[in-house]
């Protein structure tokens, strides 16, 4: 019987074998490579969202512009000089005011 007892107590003092599970999962971590595919996705998406804001921006210009060929000429002589008489007093009132500095630096000195 002491033959069986020394056999007990060394199996029990063995460390065990260890099984690996077996799965078919892939590793949760991602490749090289999936990492560069992201982020090529990631300035893919913004690229095309900056490019649809300048085609949404184009076709409102474009929509004006049908707007504006829409009018008659006599409107369209007008228009033009309305906003040709807006552009010269803006740049007179920027002039007056550049002219204003400069005295104010003079003086400074």
Known sequence: ?????????????RTPITTRAFSTTFIARKSATETVKDGV?????????????????G??????AK?????????LKGKANEVAGEAKGKANELAGEAKGKKEEIKGKM
């Open 1 to 13: 019987m002491s033959f069986l007892t020394s056999r007990t107590i060394l199996r029990a003092t």
């Open 41 to 57: 996705k990631t300035v893919d998406r913004k690229v095309s969202d900056v490019l649809v804001e300048g085609i949404e921006a």
């Open 59 to 64: 076709q409102t210009a474009t929509q004006k």
């Open 67 to 75: 707007e504006v060929a829409g009018m008659s000429s006599s409107e």
